[in-house]
């Protein structure tokens, strides 16, 4: 059986909603990381891609509500200038959606139904639409609601047990009270996500993954940089900010210990041994494990755990083998509840999981994450030497993400 290797994975700076990015439509975002990845293959000639060489693209997005024109993966295909002979296909499993989509494409490449396959993700949560639903007949006297579909749930269907469509913040505290985590362990964890981040910045760890955007009109600057990051973040300062889903005194979870809510893209090539030769690259790192899971939905925050245990037995692995870990930080408490566990499972040590820093300080624009996770994970194992790593995110109404990455070049 074929199998599937990551050859290379950019993304753009992360924005904060309303900020560097928000000029900049979803499609274009897109385009921009399918370009760059064009233009880092030197067996490839960006301008004039030969039918038949792309098997297929294969993005995530969360919302296709808007500008994305619902198959946001045909859109950056054409937008880009490939061929349009190359099919593009958009998968949507909410915050996970990209790495959904290297998973898709990893299980084309290993059937042998293609040899090099772009995938990618972009969300912008900042141009998200509001949304006005049709009313059951014309005319209708009552008032209409606008939805908005930046986040979260939205049209909900009145069959839907309300336990289960409570928000995300209030899913979360209820996580926390469910494995007693602390407000301040919280805020520590969020801190040390903005440290490590910084320091990742100013160490050049981001240069070989991340692709300036460039200004979207006179108005804007190009982006070189996550917008969210916050250097001199503390523990101390973060304990000063109110709750947000319950009063205080009740509630832990604000806008510092969570992620924010951003704009941005990402991509990556997956291919077989063959696409080496037709990328001119070498690879990476190779897909040996694959794990989904789902729970109930308030409980969304720790459906990674089993998500992960479950690639972990399908590559035939422990936690004990693995040596690096990025885990979407969604929230502060989800990412403890899911250390604590893999830890009683053999994990070596939290200081592996997020060591370049995580969501709550880079941020997450949903349909853009999942890659964002992979791609680190597959450049922190290639800059260390060490072999085994794991990729892994919630998501909302209930469900968790993984894949295992080998280092091809481990020491």
């Not at 990381?33 to 891609?49: F, I, K, S, T, Y």
């Not at 109110?242 to 951003?262: C, E, H, L």
């Not at 704009?263 to 080496?276: F, I, N, P, T, Y």
């Amino acid at each position: 059986m074929p199998q599937a290797y990551v050859y290379d994975a950019v993304r753009t700076p992360f924005g904060k909603i309303g900020g560097s990015l928000s000029a900049h439509r979803p499609d274009d975002l897109a385009a921009h990381v399918v370009r760059a990845l064009l233009d880092r293959a030197p067996g490839l000639d960006a301008e004039n891609v030969a039918a038949g060489t792309i098997d297929e693209v294969v993005f995530g997005n969360a919302n296709g509500a808007g500008e994305e024109n619902r198959n946001i993966a045909r859109m950056a295909t054409l937008l880009s200038g490939l061929p349009t002979s190359i099919p593009g296909t958009t998968v949507n499993r909410l915050c996970g959606s990209s790495l959904d989509a290297a998973i898709v494409a990893s299980r084309q490449i290993e059937v042998g139904e293609a040899d090099l396959m772009l995938v990618g993700g972009v969300e912008s949560m900042s141009r998200a639409p509001w949304v006005l639903p049709k009313t059951e007949r014309p005319f209708p006297m009552q008032n209409l609601e606008l939805a908005n579909t930046t986040l979260g749930w939205r049209l909900v269907n009145p069959e839907m047990p309300a336990e289960w469509t409570v928000s995300l913040g209030e899913a979360t505290e209820q996580l926390r009270e469910k494995h007693g985590i602390s407000r301040e362990a919280q805020d520590e964890f969020a801190a040390q996500s903005h440290q490590l981040a910084a320091r990742a910045w100013d160490e050049g760890k981001y240069d070989n993954l991340v692709v300036p955007v460039p200004p979207a009109n006179k108005r804007s600057s190009e982006v070189t940089r996550d917008e969210t990051v916050r250097p001199d973040s503390t523990a101390e300062a973060l304990a000063g900010l109110r709750t947000v889903f319950r009063p205080a005194g009740d509630g832990t979870v604000t806008a510092g210990n969570a992620s924010p809510m951003n704009d941005g893209a990402s991509a990556a090539w997956l291919g077989s041994e063959a696409a080496a030769g037709v990328l001119g690259l070498d690879p990476i790192a190779r897909i040996i494990g694959r794990g989904t899971f789902a729970n109930e939905p308030r409980y969304f925050g720790e459906a990674p755990v089993e998500a992960a245990n479950l690639a972990l037995r399908r590559a035939g692995l422990a936690w004990p083998d693995i040596a690096a870990v990025e885990l979407n930080e969604a929230f502060a408490a989800q990412s403890i509840a899911c250390l604590d566990a893999w830890t009683a499972d053999g994990l070596s040590s939290p200081d592996i999981v997020n060591a370049w820093g995580g969501a709550i300080a880079i941020g997450h624009p949903l349909g853009a994450s999942g890659l964002r996770v992979l791609g680190t994970l597959a450049r922190r194992l290639q800059e260390s030497g060490e072999r085994y790593g794991v990729a892994a995110l919630c998501i909302g109404v209930g469900q968790g993400i993984a894949v295992v990455l080998e280092n091809v070049n481990a020491k």
